[in-house]
């Protein structure tokens, strides 16, 4: 059958080769009706003896395949061949690789300035064009289209997305590949706490007392006579207390008189007292205008004054008044009868008479009045007439009490009024000051051991301990002292960010058999977006004095160690004591928040008898979050460092550290969703349009295109 068959094919050949066909004429051969089994191969012309090996016998068939087999070994095919070449375009030697690649200038150039030679360039490369022959094939395959498939392809091109989404081609549900991280934000925060040593600020404090006396100092005015082997003045002379005023010379008897004013009187037989007058209050005295009134809570206008111990009447007094009106002014205050300097005496409310009203009678007091009351007013009070009016002068002295507080290790903070404001009697005189004890309080620091304000982070479950800093400024040989504890929580009314995806895989058909592109997800748009963005930023900062790029500038904030100031709450976490940082420190928590910080690290600031205070972070601040990325993941590749956080640099790239930079290695997810989205492809083209945009302008002028406002 097989050698039959190579005839009918030759002869068919020959047939064919005879008759003389146009140029543009096809021949079709018809397949044959029935299937001939293949010739097995003829044996060997010469015997090949018994000396040689039998052939092995052939090996068995292996079972068909079933459809989902087929379209399994084919994925399986198509992923290595796809992982195998997906980096050929970095590879040297990729024009060797690339299948019908033709270096230099393609063939179609020719028609760049000459359109009218297409039809004929085409007519001619038909006749040897296998497409073109097949296409005009009047025996070709050919599948029925309907009015509604062309409609429901058009409607699929017109919103891809809305058909494909998240749908596979047969209905069902498709297979979702997840993104990265579109904006890197954290759904958790670091927190601070310490253990060890501190030193606390514990208050004490020292009292001054005011004493208010009555000013009423004299001046003696002393005379004395000196003559010749007699002196008279050597008493008032040597005295500290007196003064020398002036001399009277008395020719006549050949002796001179001096005056002296003292300030005490002087027991000298030689000096003669010769007048007394009231000094002048001294600088900062005050004068006190009291009036004593005297009245009674009875209603008692006139009545009898009785003994207290026999309650016979002494006598009968008029012009009593009451102690409502007096008691009311905010002038008064209460006093004493000794105090005034009045003598108290004893009311009767009611009386009657006792014995014979014809020869010996008296009155004896059946019910006593309530004790009269006294009111010393620094004012007069309507209506109320005043017992005695005095007007003294007073001096004030501040007189500090014994104090134990240790000045050489405490600090002065403020002064406070512990006693005021108040009114009391001094001789008798009502005084009323503002303020009668005052103290100075010190803050004094103690150091204690054993201390931890990490309760609460300790017993928050959600809270894991992430390192531990210690504190000690000079370090110790031994143990820390004192150090910080980091813990990582989340953060308080969060939620996680959804996963985005991407949906709806490519789809390809062939012979109506329909198969899904398997795709994974890939950051590489938006990587080269980004890098984009770093390049037109790198020209943005370029610093034309110093030659560097990205340049950040070191910022730092406090926290008192085992205090409640904190003014470094961390990325994320608002600043729990804003009132006591300054404008620098929450400028920085405001960059720390938006991305734009590095953090140095944590050092000890201030320290008291070795023991760490108050402890600093030092961050590097940038312009922007790709400057930051960019310090952050270009300086381990150079092998910059940053420094200690005491000691930290933050200074930029040279031109040449920048131009060793590798951007395609870095992961800039914190910003994509600052740029593009990578899972829509009419974003991409957009963007890739405009990227494209860019680079012709770069080569058309030879400097990059300035950078967008973000």
């Given at each position: 059958m097989g050698l039959a068959l190579r005839l009918v094919s030759g002869l068919v050949a020959m047939a064919v080769a005879a008759c003389p066909v146009a140029a543009s004429a096809q021949v079709y051969i018809p397949p044959p009706d029935d299937l001939i089994e293949p010739v097995p191969p003829l044996p060997p012309d010469s015997d090949p003896g018994n000396g040689?090996?039998?052939?092995?016998?052939?090996?068995?068939?292996?079972?068909?395949?079933?459809?989902?087999?087929?379209?399994?070994?084919?994925?399986?095919?198509?992923?290595?061949?796809?992982?195998?070449?997906?980096?050929?375009?970095?590879?040297?030697?990729?024009?060797?690789?690339?299948p019908v690649y033709t270096p230099g200038m393609p063939a179609e150039a020719s028609f760049y300035g000459n359109d009218t030679a297409l039809p004929g360039a085409g007519a001619s490369a038909a006749d040897t064009s296998e497409g073109f022959r097949t296409v005009h094939d009047p025996s070709r395959p050919v599948v029925p289209v309907q009015r509604s498939d062309i409609q429901r392809a058009v409607d699929v091109e017109a919103d891809p997305q809305t058909y494909l989404e998240g749908e596979n081609y047969n209905g069902t549900e498709g297979e979702c590949v997840p993104l990265p991280p579109g904006n890197g934000a954290g759904l958790t925060a670091e927190w601070t706490c310490n253990v060890g040593t501190g030193v606390i600020d514990q208050e004490d404090r020292c009292y001054s007392n005011l004493t208010v006396d009555?000013?009423?100092?004299?001046?003696?005015?002393?005379?004395?006579?000196?003559?010749?082997?007699?002196?008279?003045?050597?008493?008032?002379?040597?005295?500290?207390?007196?003064?020398?005023?002036?001399?009277?010379?008395?020719?006549?008897?050949?002796?001179?008189?001096?005056?002296?004013?003292c300030d005490v009187p002087v027991s000298d037989p030689n000096a003669y007292l010769y007048e007394t007058v009231a000094q002048p209050p001294p600088p900062g005295a005050f004068q006190v205008v009291s009036n004593i009134y005297r009245c009674n809570n009875d209603g008692l206008s006139e009545a009898l004054t009785v003994d207290p111990l026999t309650f016979y009447w002494n006598g009968y007094v008029t012009g009593l008044q009451q102690c409502a009106p007096i008691a009311a002014d905010p002038g008064c205050t209460e006093t004493t009868a000794a105090a005034s300097g009045l003598v108290e005496q004893t009311l009767c409310k009611t009386w009657e008479f006792v014995g014979d009203p014809f020869s010996t009678w008296t009155l004896i007091c059946t019910e006593l009045a309530q004790p009269e009351k006294f009111y010393s007013c620094s004012s007069y009070v309507a209506g109320a007439v005043a017992e005695r009016s005095v007007s003294k002068w007073f001096t004030e002295t501040w007189v500090?009490?014994?104090?134990?507080?240790?000045?050489?290790?405490?600090?002065?903070?403020?002064?406070?009024c512990t006693a005021g404001p108040e009114t009391r009697v001094v001789d008798g005189v009502a005084v009323t000051r503002a303020c009668w004890q005052k103290s100075k309080v010190y803050m004094c620091q103690n150091t204690v051991g054993g201390l931890n304000d990490c309760g609460a982070l300790e017993a928050n479950s959600q809270c894991r301990m992430d390192r531990e800093i210690c504190l000690d400024d000079p370090p110790t040989g031994g143990g820390c002292v004192v150090s910080e504890r980091v813990y990582v929580c989340p953060i308080a009314g969060t939620t996680?960010?959804?996963?985005?995806?991407?949906?709806?895989?490519?789809?390809?058909?062939?012979?109506?058999?329909?198969?899904?592109?398997?795709?994974?997800?890939?950051?590489?748009?938006?990587?080269?977006?980004?890098a984009l963005n770093a390049l037109g930023q790198a020209n943005a900062e370029f610093d034309e004095t110093t030659l560097m790029l990205f340049s950040g500038t070191r910022e730092t904030c406090s926290k008192k160690v085992f205090g409640l100031s904190n003014c470094c709450s961390g990325s994320g976490v608002p600043l729990l004591t804003p009132w006591i940082c300054n404008a620098a420190e929450?400028?920085?928590?405001?960059?720390?928040?938006?991305?734009?910080?590095?953090?140095?690290?944590?050092?000890?600031?201030?320290?008291?008898?070795?023991?760490?205070?108050?402890?600093?972070?030092?961050?590097?601040?940038?312009?922007?979050?790709?400057?930051?990325?960019?310090?952050?993941?270009?300086?381990?590749?150079?092998?910059?460092?940053?420094?200690?956080?005491?000691?930290?640099?933050?200074?930029?790239?040279?031109?040449?550290?920048?131009?060793?930079?590798?951007?395609?290695?870095?992961?800039?997810?914190?910003?994509?969703a600052e740029f593009q989205d990578a899972a829509r492809l009419p974003d991409e083209a957009a963007a890739l349009a405009e990227i494209q945009a860019k680079i012709e302008a770069y080569y058309a002028r030879g400097t990059p295109a300035p950078p967008e406002n973000p």
């Open positions: 040689s090996p039998l052939a092995p016998p052939p090996a068995l068939p292996l079972p068909p395949m079933d459809t989902e087999q087929a379209k399994a070994e084919a994925r399986a095919i198509g992923s290595a061949s796809r992982d195998a070449n997906k980096d050929i375009t970095q590879d040297p030697n990729a024009l060797g690789q690339v009555e000013w009423n100092e004299n001046l003696y005015k002393y005379l004395c006579v000196v003559a010749p082997g007699f002196d008279g003045c050597v008493g008032l002379r040597g005295n500290g207390q007196c003064r020398y005023t002036s001399s009277y010379p008395v020719p006549d008897y050949n002796l001179t008189v001096d005056y002296y004013d500090d009490a014994a104090c134990s507080v240790d000045l050489g290790s405490c600090s002065y903070a403020r002064e406070e996680p960010e959804p996963t985005q995806y991407i949906c709806g895989d490519d789809v390809y058909c062939v012979n109506g058999e329909c198969e899904a592109v398997q795709r994974e997800a890939s950051t590489e748009f938006k990587d080269a977006v980004v929450r400028l920085l928590d405001q960059k720390d928040d938006a991305g734009l910080c590095h953090k140095l690290g944590t050092y000890c600031s201030s320290s008291i008898l070795g023991i760490c205070v108050t402890r600093k972070d030092a961050y590097c601040c940038f312009e922007s979050k790709i400057s930051r990325i960019l310090q952050e993941q270009g300086r381990p590749q150079i092998g910059k460092p940053w420094g200690t956080p005491k000691n930290g640099t933050c200074e930029g790239f040279t031109i040449f550290e920048f131009q060793q930079l590798d951007l395609s290695i870095m992961d800039f997810s914190e910003v994509y």
